[in-house]
């Protein structure tokens, strides 16, 4: 559950903001995305002294759904617990969903050349949507570190995505092994929700293109009750050659900077905040 602290909220780290920005749409219809966490209840997948794969991989999906629920896009959990279920109830929840795209997150042991696990996509029967969800999600995760093990591409694999019937993709991220490694892992684990998230958008961006619709993006440093506190970060921005504006979102004072179409553009531009030490969220408008 998120809570408001200060001029931001958060979810374990990651920075979400309380209000919901312009929808993700195609053809009029929100995105929608399945998420499913592998594993769970008495299937603790594999395991890695304390550490189990199930709520390794229940974490991480609660993390990016977050992220995309903050941009308009629907989420849809397979568990958001650590509970067992049948393959049958998991299908049941995708073929339901009428989502626009299934992500599965697995993880594996380390499989990957240190300091950084590897990740890969494993896809079956690809489409083109799947395809390019695939190159986005291990394109943005090289960008940070991540070894790019590419896209496996199976006729049958994994018991539940073989029977999809929506676009499908299942992310494998190696991060078990030695303690170093998990430590890695855990102080990247906002970045690795945030760029997993990211090329997701991307991939809903350029279909949202292709459509012709527009998106708009900036990036938030700051969410004030106060107005003067909000003028004062305004001023600070000002003063160092941003770009910024104060924007009211009800009861509160947003303060946003940039105006992107392009969501990588709007990327670079929260980095170089966030290493400013500003307090960043990119928000689609």
Known sequence: ?????????????????????????????RVRIVIEP???????????????????????ALAVGEILSNYGVEVIYTRTTDVSQTDEEIQNIIE??????????????????????????IIVNPSEMEKLASR???FELENMGYNN????????????????TIPSINL???????????????????????????????????????????????VQVGLFRDYNNALNLLNRLLYEGYQAEIVRQGDFYSIQVGNFSNLDEAADLERRLRSQGYDTLLIAV
């Not at 093990?149 to 999809?164: A, F, K, T």
């Not at 855990?186 to 293109?209: C, P, S, V, Y």
Request: aromatic residues 8%; glycine residues 10%.
């Open 96 to 121: 339901t969903s009428e989502g626009n795209l299934y992500l599965g997150i697995h993880r594996v042991p380390n499989v990957g050349i240190p300091p950084y696990p590897g990740t890969e996509v």
């Open 149 to 164: 093990l590419g896209i496996i591409q199976v006729s049958d694999n994994l018991d539940v995505e073989q029977h999809n």
């Open 136 to 138: 986005n999600i291990n």
């Open 1 to 29: 559950m998120s809570k408001i602290l200060g001029c931001t909220c958060r979810l374990e780290g990651i920075r979400i903001s309380p209000y919901k920005f312009k929808p993700f749409q195609l053809e009029n219809e």
């Open 38 to 60: 592998g594993h769970g209840g008495e299937d603790t997948g594999i395991v890695y002294k304390d550490r189990m794969e199930k709520n390794e991989n229940l974490k991480l």
């Open 172 to 218: 494998i991220l190696g991060v078990f092994g030695p303690n170093h490694q998990n430590l890695d892992y855990d102080e990247k684990f906002e970045e690795t929700a945030q760029a997993i998230a990211h090329g997701i958008l991307k991939t809903f961006q350029l279909q949202a293109q292709n459509l012709g619709l527009d998106y708009r993006y900036r």
